[in-house]
């Protein structure tokens, strides 16, 4: 499945994995992404956790993605581009890191057998990748309210983050419970 438009492009990702270990494909192909625009140039690329990407210039690739089973298990990976000055050609590239990136992570996971989680064979190269890691941070939840501010100190294998929070304790966080911003 290809779809572009204006504004966005979906493909259609079919690795062949357990299903549990599909929640991490928009991750995966974030970090391709950030990789991808690295090699390109961009030196400032970053993954904005869970799966979005900044451009050094202040531009954001935001990824989403429906998983479902139709002939077989598939993501369907959506990207779009927001920023001003973005330019438009620069989603096929992402789509083809991003497929990219998700072919060799299937890869991987087959060579190791069993894992512990989706972002095992990646986690060190994705946690550097994160906009924030080992910086001060700000985690806010989906109404935007400041829950607390620390440093970006760890993601798991399931991609959840951890926090040292400025009073001592840790905060772990999953996609669906906020976001993290560097500091201001």
């Known amino acids: 499945m290809a779809e572009d438009s204006a ?12 299903m549990h270990l599909l929640t991490c494909v928009p991750a995966v192909c974030a970090l391709g992404i950030c ?3 690295r090699e390109a140039g961009d030196a400032d690329a970053c993954v904005r956790w869970p799966s979005d990407v900044v451009l050094g210039d202040g531009s954001l690739i935001r990824l989403g993605s429906h998983a479902g089973y139709e002939e077989g298990m598939y993501v369907d990976l959506a990207l779009s581009l927001e920023g001003e000055g973005a330019d438009p050609d620069l989603l096929e590239r992402a789509g083809a ?3 990219e990136s998700c072919d ?3 890869a991987r996971l087959r060579a190791t057998g069993t894992v512990a989680g989706p972002l095992a064979p990646v986690l060190e190269d994705y946690f550097d990748a994160l906009e924030g890691s080992n910086q001060e941070v700000d985690v806010v939840y989906p ?3 400041v829950a607390a501010s620390g440093v970006l100190a760890g993601v798991d294998v399931w ?10 304790r840790e ?13 201001a």
């Open 143 to 145: 109404n935007g309210r």
């Open 35 to 37: 990789r991808g625009l």
């Open 7 to 18: 504004t966005g492009l979906t493909r259609r990702l079919r690795p062949e994995v357990p």
């Open 159 to 168: 991609g959840r983050v951890t926090v040292r929070c400025d009073d001592g």
């Open 97 to 99: 890191w991003a497929l």
């Open 171 to 183: 905060m772990d966080l999953a996609p669906e419970m906020g976001r993290v911003r560097p500091r």
């Open 104 to 106: 060799q992570w299937e």
